[in-house]
Nanobody, 124 residues
Framework: QVQLVESGGGLVQAGGSLRLSCAAS????????MGWFRQAPGKEREFVAA????????YYADSVKGRFTISRDNAKNTMYLQMNSLRPEDTAVYYC?????????????????WGQGTQVTVSS
């Protein structure tokens, strides 16, 4: 089992940047595909980005492509989401997720483990 803890959220002005971190417990981090999702009030949880087990492949939602960068450090059991050029519509609770299954998933149903979330608020 993998336990995930997000950090790095906060309040930032539009155009600013934040870097989220997701720290994973256990020695099997490198065997898990990882993803970031977000959920705004009254909306469904939506895919943001995903990264393969080795970190060699990354995938992004169209809404964040070119602004957000997902990465991972398997030696540190940590995944990151660098968010630049933030917009008010990026405001949400951001969750990290993990799955040991093969493949990349852009739906919450593809993931088995979730963090508790971290709030990101972008003011206009």
């Amino acid at each position: 089992q993998v336990q995930l803890v997000e950090s790095g959220g906060g309040l930032v002005q539009a155009g600013g940047s934040l870097r989220l971190s997701c720290a994973a417990s256990g020695r099997t981090f490198s065997s898990h595909t990882m993803g970031w999702f977000r959920q705004a009030p009254g909306k469904e949880r939506e895919f943001v980005a995903a990264i393969s087990k080795s970190g060699g492949s990354t995938y992004y939602a169209d809404s964040v492509k070119g602004r957000f960068t997902i990465s991972r450090d398997n030696a540190k059991n940590t995944m990151y989401l660098q968010m630049n050029s933030l917009r008010p519509e990026d405001t949400a609770v951001y969750y990290c997720a993990a799955t040991p299954k093969a493949g990349i998933y852009m739906t919450p149903l593809g993931y088995d483990y979730w963090g508790q979330g971290t709030q990101v608020t972008v003011s206009s």
